[in-house]
């Protein structure tokens, strides 16, 4: 005799069936997101949500998926579903603040770290994240605050002292930066940036041997970048090894022909080194290149007035006060070349508004010519 299945147990048998097909739409999802489809994952997710709207796991994995798209303003919508049904999950004020972040809106991803590291203490990536924010304000300090407790929580996060580090930097405290970009490099020796950055802050500390060997590292590990071999040559340039450094400066042209700071620093070289005719080209093309930088300008001038074009020199010398009016060299300069021109009067005043802006060696000018 054939028995028929209850009714009730036929609901059973739905149910358990309804929720195993939902399960199994989400765990879909999750593989195409783990496997980088982003947009198979959302569709995944999406059906895993008008099968059950009230699970806040399905939005913040869509969240998730939007987030890594570049739809943050989706993926906030998503976070802001999922925290509306479970506001106790801290790795999701996380997710929103990351997207707050991208948007600009680093007040409300701080407010948003601080609710995670409320609901989580020790969450070492809340801490990251709110530094990121604080840094974006310029709240440096605070910054170095949170990366400081990133760390506290997880000794081995290179990023958190690299980034620290910049926030350093940005406070002057070069000894420190360095301290913290050689555990940066102990973790991760491949990134190329921790090496300029810590040779950078060898050289504003005068250790240019030091940084020298930096700069080479990073050029090793990415011998496409024009700045580490501008870099390096600065730091050659402040050792007088002029020639060494000309030849770094090369590179950064070749490889980057648009940047009108290496060409100046090119043709400051040569300007030291005496070849004026190379030096008035190289600083032509950076003015061509960036015509708001006075100092290429000035320079440019040394080597007119070099060249025995002295009107020229004048003009330059001219438009680098011009842009920038507090610059005591480059009075001096032009109140030597107005009393080489025969303009006494008018190279005495500039020689005067040298040494009232600092430079000293402008009295010995003063001593000669205009007493």
Same mark, same amino acid.
């Given at each position: 005799m054939i028995?028929?299945? !209850?009714?009730?147990?036929? &609901?059973? &048998? !739905?149910i358990s069936s309804f929720g195993q097909y939902k399960t199994v739409v989400f765990k879909n999802g999750l593989k195409k997101e783990k496997n980088k489809d982003y947009a198979g994952a959302i569709?995944?997710? !999406?059906? @895993?949500? !008008? &099968?059950d709207p009230t699970n806040a796991a399905y939005y913040y994995n869509r969240g998730v998926s939007k987030a890594w798209l570049e739809d943050y303003i989706g993926a906030i919508e998503d976070y802001n579903k999922s925290i509306e049904l479970d506001p106790n999950d @801290? #790795?999701?004020?996380?997710? +929103?603040? #990351?997207?707050?972040?991208? &948007?600009?809106d680093y007040q409300g991803a701080i407010a948003d770290c601080s609710k995670a590291i409320q609901l989580r203490a020790n969450f070492d990536s809340a801490y990251f994240n709110r530094a990121i924010s604080k840094d974006e304000i310029k709240d440096y300090k605070g910054a170095i605050a949170d990366y400081s407790k990133a760390i506290e929580f997880n000794i081995n996060d290179s +990023?958190?002292?690299?980034?620290? @580090?910049?926030?350093?930097?940005?406070?002057g405290d070069h000894a420190g930066a360095i301290i913290d970009y050689t555990f940066s490099i102990k973790l991760n020796p491949y990134v190329a940036n921790a090496f300029n950055n810590r040779a950078s802050s060898k050289y504003r500390l005068n250790d240019f041997e030091g940084s020298i060997t930096d700069f080479s590292n990073a050029i090793a590990l990415n011998p496409k970048e024009a700045i580490y071999y501008n870099n390096r040559g600065d730091s050659k340039s402040a050792l007088k090894d002029y020639v060494a450094a000309v030849n770094d400066y090369n590179i950064a042209v070749e490889l980057n022909p648009n940047n009108g700071f290496y060409f100046y620093n090119r043709g400051a070289?040569? #300007?030291?080194?005496?070849?004026?005719?190379?030096?008035l080209s190289d600083l032509t093309k950076a003015i061509e290149l960036d015509p708001s930088n006075p100092k290429s300008y000035n320079i440019r001038g040394v080597c007119k007035e070099s060249l025995k074009?002295?009107?020229? @020199?004048?003009?330059?010398? #001219?438009?680098?006060?011009e842009l920038d009016s507090n610059n005591a060299n480059y009075?001096?300069?032009?109140?030597?070349?107005?009393?080489?021109?025969?303009?006494k009067k008018s190279g005495c005043e500039d020689l005067n508004k040298a040494v009232l802006l600092g430079d000293s060696n402008a009295k010995k000018l003063i001593n000669k010519f205009c007493k």
């Amino acid at each position: 005799m054939i028995k028929q299945m !209850s009714f009730f147990a036929m &609901l059973i &048998l !739905s149910i358990s069936s309804f929720g195993q097909y939902k399960t199994v739409v989400f765990k879909n999802g999750l593989k195409k997101e783990k496997n980088k489809d982003y947009a198979g994952a959302i569709v995944d997710f !999406s059906k @895993a949500i !008008s &099968l059950d709207p009230t699970n806040a796991a399905y939005y913040y994995n869509r969240g998730v998926s939007k987030a890594w798209l570049e739809d943050y303003i989706g993926a906030i919508e998503d976070y802001n579903k999922s925290i509306e049904l479970d506001p106790n999950d @801290a #790795t999701t004020y996380n997710n +929103r603040a #990351t997207s707050k972040g991208q &948007l600009k809106d680093y007040q409300g991803a701080i407010a948003d770290c601080s609710k995670a590291i409320q609901l989580r203490a020790n969450f070492d990536s809340a801490y990251f994240n709110r530094a990121i924010s604080k840094d974006e304000i310029k709240d440096y300090k605070g910054a170095i605050a949170d990366y400081s407790k990133a760390i506290e929580f997880n000794i081995n996060d290179s +990023r958190a002292y690299y980034y620290r @580090a910049v926030c350093k930097t940005k406070i002057g405290d070069h000894a420190g930066a360095i301290i913290d970009y050689t555990f940066s490099i102990k973790l991760n020796p491949y990134v190329a940036n921790a090496f300029n950055n810590r040779a950078s802050s060898k050289y504003r500390l005068n250790d240019f041997e030091g940084s020298i060997t930096d700069f080479s590292n990073a050029i090793a590990l990415n011998p496409k970048e024009a700045i580490y071999y501008n870099n390096r040559g600065d730091s050659k340039s402040a050792l007088k090894d002029y020639v060494a450094a000309v030849n770094d400066y090369n590179i950064a042209v070749e490889l980057n022909p648009n940047n009108g700071f290496y060409f100046y620093n090119r043709g400051a070289c040569m #300007t030291k080194l005496e070849n004026y005719i190379q030096g008035l080209s190289d600083l032509t093309k950076a003015i061509e290149l960036d015509p708001s930088n006075p100092k290429s300008y000035n320079i440019r001038g040394v080597c007119k007035e070099s060249l025995k074009d002295l009107k020229g @020199a004048m003009i330059d010398y #001219t438009k680098a006060i011009e842009l920038d009016s507090n610059n005591a060299n480059y009075y001096y300069n032009r109140g030597n070349n107005e009393i080489k021109i025969g303009d006494k009067k008018s190279g005495c005043e500039d020689l005067n508004k040298a040494v009232l802006l600092g430079d000293s060696n402008a009295k010995k000018l003063i001593n000669k010519f205009c007493k």
